[in-house]
């Protein structure tokens, strides 16, 4: 019996319009390992058969929102055909659409706004998506873990100081291909040495995609700034910290830092300051030069609730600080929900500051000092 194409697409459509009325459910790191240890397959089973289709309808329910000239790009509509089967290389691939948007017109305030919210989301739901899926395959199929600490894909004895050195490692042989030379690295707790047995419970392959790609970025900074033919360069500096609430781990290094005016950019889809790679089609992502390296470290470092953040000093060097939760309770998952008002970052650019626009600034002032009557305003310096 054949299936009627029509019949097919509007099927689809009343079970995406469905299951996008339900939010999706966040799980905390501890609630994965609680599951992990008590669930059985027939339980993660039905989870998995109800929270994954919130979970795609959620985020496809948004891609009817995106600019039109955006979704007509080939390498875009490849993409979706690939969603449902997870191709490894659709990282590249909605790059690549990115791409030739912007080769193919002016993109404009709203496209741009559109083209970062979306795409923040995407990846976002793609993360969480796979994170389900990599965690019912690895404890009940047959590609079990055969780490004692493992349970899933999360480490309860995850060494941070260890990702730390894969991570460089694997960045440095990149940076000594290209540049036939790297600088040195350096790891310290707050007490000046190296941290020997700081372990959190976490997902080891977030924190090194995360670490792999700040040391890139830091590597190829060092040598470009201080010449390729230099006979020694400062070391990465690597801090951590670990408080009551977070593990802060700052990065820091010497590359001659970023103008002020591009750090915004930094995290923005359509921003790179490498070179545009070709295609590779290897199966493989290569991120340099799509600028997708530090937009996709941020979401990981968000989808258990800690951040990334940037800081820099134009002309002498850059520090990234990755906070992470260092209690794995209050670790919950940071989900995209579909929604009424979710159009509206669609339709609207970001706003600039009401402090910029003649007049504003000392109508400000006046509301300021009329709700604190003892405040006095500063003179503005400009």
């Known amino acids: 019996m054949r299936l009627n194409p029509v019949y097919f697409a509007k099927s ?38 109800l929270e994954l289709p919130v979970r795609l309808a959620n985020i496809m329910a948004e891609i009817q929102l995106l600019p039109e000239h955006l ?13 449902r089967n997870r191709h490894s290389s659709v990282v590249e691939t909605m790059a690549q659409g990115v791409i030739e948007l912007k080769e193919s017109k002016n993109v404009d ?42 349970i899933g894909c999360i480490d309860t004895q995850c060494s941070i100081v260890n990702i730390i050195h ?75 910290s670990l408080g009551k609430e977070d593990l802060c781990i700052k990065m820091s290094d010497l590359g001659g830092g970023i103008p002020r005016s ?3 950019l930094l995290f923005a889809y359509t921003y790179s300051t490498a070179p545009q790679p070709s295609p590779s089609g290897s199966g493989s992502a290569p991120l340099a030069g799509y600028g997708y390296g530090l937009p996709l470290s941020r979401l990981y470092a968000r989808y258990f609730r800690g951040d990334l953040l940037v800081t820099s000093m134009d002309g002498y060097g850059t520090d990234a600080l990755v906070y992470l939760k260092a209690l794995s309770s209050e670790a919950n998952e940071l989900l995209p929900i579909f ?13 600039t500051s009401d402090w910029s626009v003649p007049g504003q600034f000392f109508s400000h002032v006046r509301h300021f000092s009329t709700a604190m009557p003892n405040a006095v305003p500063r003179r503005l310096i400009v």
């Open 339 to 351: 929604n009424k008002a979710t159009s509206k970052n669609y339709e609207t650019s970001v706003q």
């Open 71 to 83: 979704l007509a790009m080939p390498s875009f509509l490849d993409t979706l055909v690939k969603i």
């Open 12 to 49: 689809i459509g009343r079970m995406l319009e469905y299951y996008s009325q339900f939010n999706p459910s966040p799980l905390s790191i501890k609630q994965f390992i609680d599951f992990g240890l008590n669930a059985t397959e027939r339980t993660s089973f039905n989870f998995l058969r």
């Open 166 to 240: 894969d991570a460089f490692e694997n960045a440095r042989f990149l940076c000594e291909q290209y540049y036939l030379t790297s600088p040195e690295l350096v790891v310290r707790g707050v007490d000046g040495k190296e941290p020997k047995d700081l372990q959190l419970v976490y997902v080891p392959s977030h924190l090194y995609h995360i670490f792999f790609e700040l040391f890139k970025n830091a590597l190829r900074a060092v040598v470009e700034h201080h010449g390729s033919g230099a006979s020694e360069y400062p070391p990465i500096d690597v801090r951590i």
């Open 262 to 264: 591009a750090l915004d």
């Open 109 to 150: 305030a709203v496209t741009e706004n559109a083209i970062q919210y979306f795409l923040d989301r995407f990846y976002m739901s793609r993360i969480s998506i796979r994170m389900l899926i990599n965690q019912h395959t690895l404890l009940f199929g047959g590609d079990l873990n055969s780490l004692h600490s493992n």
